[in-house]
């Protein structure tokens, strides 16, 4: 079975307490860092020298989630920095083959996403590229939005797709995560679960990360044994 990984978004948390808020969540797997540009999306939050500081002081490792334009051009400056895993979106990049090698010729997990409306299935003979495919389950740009089951039929696709040619890609699921829909991504074979308003919208957001592993653990147990 998958190991069941649960990554806070920073989106919902207090971005002048940022220090205290990612030891709130000091029990996730890592720390989803959103960063958008105001282009890619129609929203603005944190660049570079913010992500830097938070990887100074963060206690898990960090998952960028880059919503940015030109994903070729400053991608690889992220991955400089030293992050766990680096996700650009495959809308953004020229030559995903390339950057994906770049970032992880550069230390780091390579991480590509599609927005909701994106089909899977151009990319699936660049997966072995990958170390995680980013499904999201929102049209990026804000936290709080509802989780779209029309995404569901994309997920399992690249699950079986996955499965199928024996690479160990992990399918990153983002947006309306909580501990109702991730059920539903779990099961269309998601195991890296972002939720950012079910985490920090609690009022104790570890005990909040618990269980989303325990149902999505226990989704994903029963979607082995099927
Ligand atoms: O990439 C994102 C939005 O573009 C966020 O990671 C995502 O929306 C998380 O927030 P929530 O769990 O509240 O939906
Ligand atoms: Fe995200």
């Known amino acids: 079975m998958t190991q069941c990984c649960i990554n806070p978004s920073i989106l919902s948390a207090d971005f002048v307490n940022l220090e205290g808020e990612l030891h709130r969540i000091s029990n996730a797997d890592a720390v989803h860092v959103d960063v958008m540009d105001n282009h890619f999306v129609p929203n603005l939050?944190?660049?570079?020298?913010?992500?830097?500081?938070?990887?100074?002081?963060?206690?898990?490792?960090?998952?960028?989630?880059?919503?940015?334009a030109e994903a070729d051009?400053?991608?690889?400056?992220?991955?400089?920095?030293?992050?766990?895993?680096?996700?650009?979106?495959?809308?953004?990049?020229?030559?995903?083959?390339k950057l994906a090698r770049e970032l992880r010729s550069r230390g780091s997990k390579a991480g590509m996403a599609l927005r909701p409306a994106t089909p899977v299935e151009p990319y699936l003979d660049m997966l072995s590229e990958l170390d995680?495919?980013?499904?999201?389950?929102?049209?990026?740009?804000?936290?709080?939005?509802?989780?779209l089951d029309v995404t569901l039929p994309k997920i399992r696709r690249a699950r079986a797709a996955?499965?199928?040619?024996?690479?160990?890609?992990?399918?990153?699921?983002?947006?309306?995560?909580?501990?109702?829909?991730?059920?539903?991504?779990?099961?269309?074979g998601?195991?890296?679960?972002?939720?950012?308003?079910?985490?920090?919208?609690?009022?104790?957001?570890?005990?909040?990360?618990?269980r989303l592993r325990n149902e999505g653990t226990r989704s994903l147990r029963q979607a082995s044994a099927e």
């Open 190 to 210: 998601a195991n890296i679960f972002v939720a950012g308003s079910a985490v920090y919208g609690a009022d104790d957001p570890a005990a909040a990360i618990d």
């Open 45 to 68: 939050t944190l660049g570079l020298p913010v992500v830097q500081r938070i990887q100074a002081v963060s206690p898990v490792p960090l998952d960028a989630h880059l919503m940015i």
């Open 73 to 97: 051009r400053w991608a690889p400056g992220f991955a400089d920095a030293g992050l766990a895993s680096v996700t650009f979106h495959a809308e953004a990049s020229i030559a995903p083959i």
């Open 132 to 147: 995680m495919l980013l499904i999201m389950t929102v049209e990026p740009g804000f936290g709080g939005q509802a989780f």
């Open 162 to 188: 996955i499965d199928g040619s024996g690479i160990g890609v992990a399918i990153q699921v983002d947006g309306g995560i909580t501990e109702e829909t991730i059920t539903r991504a779990a099961e269309a």
